[in-house]
Structures are given as C-alpha cells and as structure tokens.
C-alpha cells in the first residue's frame, strides 16, 4: 500500500549548522502534511504543517518544503541547537481518509547535533 | 493549558488479559485520536472519536476498541492480549484553527505484554 517514508533513518549536524530532513510520500491524494519532533520519553511535538496549494511555509527557525512533482517534503531547521536532537516524523493525511486527524507517518530520522 | 494526559504511563499485562488506557484531551479540543508506536512498524493510527462517536479505525483487529465521554475523556481497550500489542500508545487531541488541524500528543501509555 502507499506510505510515506523518510530517505535517511539517522543525520548528524554540527551545532549552528543548518538541518535538512528529507521525506518522501507515495499518496498523490495527500494534501495535508506536518512534521513532528519527538524527544526520547516523550510524544510527538507538532513542528509545523504545509497543506498542498503551499510549497513553502516558514515557522520559527523551521521551514518546509513541498515538492508535489517528485512527492518530496523536506524539514529545514536554521542554526541546529543541541535540544534539536530528537527523531523527526513527517506525516501526511490523505482526503480518502475523511479525517485530517487520521494521519500515516514516515519511519523517523534521528537528528543527533554534535558540540 | 494543561496539555493530554495519558495514565497509566507504564502497564505490564501478560498474554490473554486486557488493558484500558485513558486520555484526557486538552480542554475545547473535542477530538482524540489513538496511535500505536513500535519500534518494527512506527506510528500508526487506531480510531479518531469526536463528540464520543467513532469518525475513523485504522487497520487492527476488533480486539482493539474505544469510546469518548462526553467530557471529551477517551478510553481504549485491548482485549485477549498478545505479545505484538507492546508498544507506546500515543493519544492525541486536535482542534481546527487558521487552516491546520493541530494535534497535541500526550506522554503515551508504554504497555508491556509477557
């Protein structure tokens, strides 16, 4: 069946470098997609969200792209900080769904920031 | 704002009981969602109820249920356990504002079945 999934299970940046998390899905009916951040312990922390009629939205030291043609989504993060190591999850919700809490997610990439 | 609740926060049943875990949402968010989280399989959606009723399952088994109060408090149930139901079950609750539906997950319910 469709999935979405991540290119790269783990990354590894240096302290106020620039992030990049890359995301791939399959489900041309998707139009709502957001990232998510979790910390060991913890549950996923809502990032930031793109609906499908965007290719870029900016947050507070986070971008995201969407790239509709290669079905690619990309999380950026500006000047790594060492609280941003945590597994990040994109998450898309299709429209057959009906719900857009009903989201499926990607597999995670561990992003470990280096001193 | 007091953010999702989710209690117990670590449960260890054996093969064949059941277990029934709570959410209590953010207060005003009238929806809650159920996922589980594995290590093999990531994060996957159980059911979504608003305003108590079932809006969507996800694909597990019936042994797999919930319901919602109408305080918004949500409950799920596993019966006849297996050793594949351990894992992290994450609730969520969400409301619609600007556009996006953000979901708040709680700290989940870390069930271990032996």
């Known amino acids: 069946g469709e999935s979405v999934g991540l290119h790269l299970p783990t990354l590894s940046v240096q302290e106020g470098d620039n992030s990049i998390i890359n995301c791939a899905y399959s489900?041309?009916?998707?139009?709502?997609f957001i990232w998510y951040k979790q910390e060991s312990g913890k549950g996923p922390q809502f990032i930031i969200d793109i609906r499908s009629n965007m290719d870029k939205r900016q947050g507070q030291r986070v971008t995201v792209l969407l790239n509709k043609t290669v079905k690619h989504l990309s999380l950026q993060i500006a000047a790594t900080q060492p609280g941003d190591s945590a597994v990040y999850f994109c998450?898309?919700?299709?429209?057959?769904?009906?719900?857009?809490?009903?989201?499926?997610f990607g597999s995670g990439t561990q992003l470990t920031v280096l001193p | 704002k007091a953010g999702v609740t989710q209690t117990p926060r670590y449960l260890i049943k054996t093969r064949g009981q059941q277990v029934t875990l709570s959410c209590s949402p953010i207060s005003g968010h009238r929806s809650v969602s159920w996922y589980q989280q594995t290590p093999g399989q990531g994060l996957q959606f159980l059911f979504e109820?608003?305003?108590?009723?079932?809006?969507n399952k996800g694909n597990f088994p019936g042994r797999f249920s919930g319901r919602q109060f109408s305080n918004s408090r949500s409950e799920m149930n596993v019966s006849t356990l297996e050793l594949g139901d351990s894992a992290l079950y994450l609730c969520?609750?969400?409301?619609?504002?600007?556009?996006?539906?953000?979901?708040?997950f709680g700290p989940g319910t870390r069930l271990t079945v032996t």
């Open positions: 998450a898309e919700n299709p429209i057959s769904s009906g719900s857009a809490r009903q989201l499926t």
């Open positions: 109820y608003f305003s108590e009723t079932q809006r």
């Open positions: 969520a609750s969400s409301f619609y504002s600007g556009g996006s539906y953000e979901q708040y």
């Open positions: 489900n041309s009916a998707s139009d709502y």
